[in-house]
């Protein structure tokens, strides 16, 4: 089992600075990638960035230049810094985890959320 903690979500200005945090305990040697996605009133989840173990990032169009996604393998912790941010990056942030379960098959984990509301 993977758990997951996210924190550092409120509500700020588009011109202040934001850092979410993931904290992954349990059987963390079979992460394969660490990601956030988002999931806005009345839309669909959606990807933010990943992260694999290997330091690969990802990130999705809308937040690419404006957030980073970064992680410290001594402390165990993912992050998800938020520049320049907008009105329609309110959301409630999820972080994910997919666990290598078999040579091909990885299963899928997410934390309970944190709500960031951007107001301008």
């Known amino acids: 089992q993977v758990q997951l903690v996210e924190s550092g979500g409120g509500w700020v200005h588009t011109g202040g600075a934001l850092c979410l945090s993931c904290a992954p305990s349990g059987s963390v040697f079979s992460i394969k990638a660490i990601g956030w996605y988002r999931q806005a009133p009345g839309k669909q989840r959606e990807l933010v960035a990943t992260i694999t173990s290997g330091g690969s990032t990802n990130y999705a169009d809308y937040v690419k230049g404006r957030f980073t996604i970064s992680r410290d393998s001594a402390k165990n912790m993912v992050y998800l810094q938020m520049n320049s941010k907008k009105p329609e990056d309110t959301a409630v942030y999820y972080c994910?985890?997919?666990?290598?379960?078999?040579?091909?098959?990885?299963?899928?984990?997410w934390g309970q959320g944190t709500q960031v509301t951007v107001s301008s």
């Open positions: 994910n985890a997919q666990r290598r379960m078999t040579t091909t098959a990885t299963r899928n984990y």
